[in-house]
């Protein structure tokens, strides 16, 4: 089994790239994922966000108010700190589980949107980071995800900066061009990963 770590800053193209690399026949453990299966209704992790957070982020349908979360701990490093203290080790057990899944000889895919900032590139056999210009990101944020220029700003502040992200690459994968070019580089990427046993 191999065991690759994936990231790359918001707007870079990520999420495509785990999907092309599920495509070649990598198994994908999406942290994202995970962390909004903890909390899902009746799961101890929403009971333990309810009792540190209180009652009001909790949305009418009886799911986590992920927005009125957000708002607590996106301004607040304590309340943040407890939020993780809460959810990352969930996600940490499910992610091992889903990893102890996974066939002897596959590749496993950790998709980690915060691996560089959390330090979390030792624990992976190598980091792909996908990469894309500051402008590019941006402008994706904007136009597909539908942020104000000043949000989509904030949240790339807030995320580790591109030489941290490159700082802890084993494979950089461009993702400034089209989607053909994109799965070019995928490609290529996983030949690297699938030939260098």
């Given amino acids: 089994m191999r065991k690759i770590g994936l990231t790359g800053g918001i707007g870079a193209g990520k999420s495509a790239v785990a999907q092309l690399l599920v495509s070649y026949g990598a198994v994908l453990v999406d942290s994202d994922a995970i962390a909004r299966e903890v909390v899902a209704p009746g799961t101890e992790g929403l009971a333990a966000v309810l009792a540190e957070f209180g ?14 979360l957000g708002a607590v701990v996106f301004n607040d490093p304590e309340r943040l700190r407890a939020l993780n203290a809460i959810v990352h080790p969930l996600v940490r057990a499910r992610s091992a589980e889903l990893e102890a899944a996974a066939a002897a000889d596959a590749v496993v895919v950790h998709d980690v949107p915060l691996l560089a900032e959390n330090g979390l590139a030792p624990l992976y056999e190598q980091v792909i980071v996908v990469d894309a210009d500051e402008e590019v990101r ?3 944020l904007v136009r597909l995800r539908g942020m104000a220029e000043a949000e989509a700003r904030a949240r790339m502040a807030a995320q580790a900066t591109r030489e941290q992200r490159l ?6 994968v461009e993702n400034n061009g089209t989607p053909q ?8 990427a996983w030949e690297h990963l699938t030939t260098a046993r």
């Fill in 138 to 140: 941006l402008e994706r």
């Fill in 181 to 188: 070019e994109l799965e070019q580089r995928v490609r290529q």
């Fill in 167 to 172: 700082a802890v690459a084993d494979l950089v």
């Fill in 55 to 68: 009652p009001e982020v909790l949305a009418a349908d009886g799911t986590l108010d992920r927005p009125a």
